[in-house]
T-cell receptor
Framework: NAGVTQTPKFQVLKTGQSMTLQCAQD?????MYWYRQDPGMGLRLIYY???????DKGEVPNGYNVSRLNKREFSLRLESAAPSQTSVYFC????????????FGEGSWLTVV | DQQVKQNSPSLSVQEGRISILNCDYT??????FLWYKKYPAEGPTFLIS?????DKNEDGRFTVFLNKSAKHLSLHIVPSQPGDSAVYFC??????????????FGRGTQLTVWP
């Protein structure tokens, strides 16, 4: 039972490098999300896609871009990584029209040095 | 500006006793509330939810209470077990309006249940 799968699980980047976090869900959900979790800050929404073909900014979008490639996949890109983007990133999905429960992936630990 | 607040960063409870985790919200448009549980190195997992048309929802040892007039909800765990030790996040959403589809999370409460 895959659910929400995100890759890579761990990554170390140098300041200024770029990378893309990949996320895929197999639950046929229409909405997908990217959150970051920092100590004492809870889960903060970076970007979300309410449905295929749409994306919207969340609370902390600066420094990130997203692509909703198709219904299953939602990627998060860091164009020029900064140490402030060191965090744990969670992808999530839900079916907005049949329940409010969001299902999360296992997380991607990103360190920018 | 945090719309969902968990003012207690930590809670320590003895095994077998009741754990009460609290959450406050500011947005009167919120009409659905959820609790998530998170273990270290894992993604958050859904625990229990409540719609604004109810004031209580129960699932086994977990009960969520909603006080709409006070914009307050709480999660009760009875009896508490060591395996309940985790970070608990409160979340809220609005089923209508421009923020449809977004969940707003509190900062979490670390629950420690000791034997």
């Amino acid at each position: 039972n895959a659910g929400v799968t995100q890759t890579p699980k761990f990554q170390v980047l140098k300041t200024g490098q770029s990378m893309t976090l990949q996320c895929a869900q197999d639950m046929n959900h229409n909405s997908m999300y990217w959150y970051r979790q920092d100590p004492g800050m809870g889960l903060r929404l970076i970007y979300y896609s309410a449905s295929e073909g749409t994306t919207d900014k969340g609370e902390v979008p600066n420094g990130y871009n997203v692509s909703r490639l198709n219904k299953r996949e939602f990627s998060l890109r860091l164009e020029s990584a900064a140490p402030s983007q060191t965090s744990v990133y969670f992808c999530a999905s839900r079916n907005i029209w049949s329940g409010n429960t969001i299902y999360f992936g296992e997380g991607s630990w990103l360190t920018v040095v | 500006d945090q719309q969902v607040k968990q003012n207690s960063p930590s809670l320590s409870v003895q095994e077998g006793r009741i754990s009460i985790l609290n959450c406050d919200y500011t947005n009167s448009m919120f009409d659905y509330f959820l609790w998530y549980k998170k273990y270290p190195a894992e993604g958050p997992t859904f625990l229990i939810s409540i719609s604004s048309i109810k004031d209580k929802n129960e699932d086994g040892r977990f009960t969520v209470f909603l006080n709409k007039s006070a914009k307050h909800l709480s999660l009760h765990i009875v009896p508490s077990q060591p395996g309940d030790s985790a970070v608990y996040f409160c979340a809220a959403s609005a089923q209508q309006g421009s923020t449809l589809g977004r969940l707003y999370f509190g900062r979490g409460t670390q629950l420690t249940v000791w034997p």
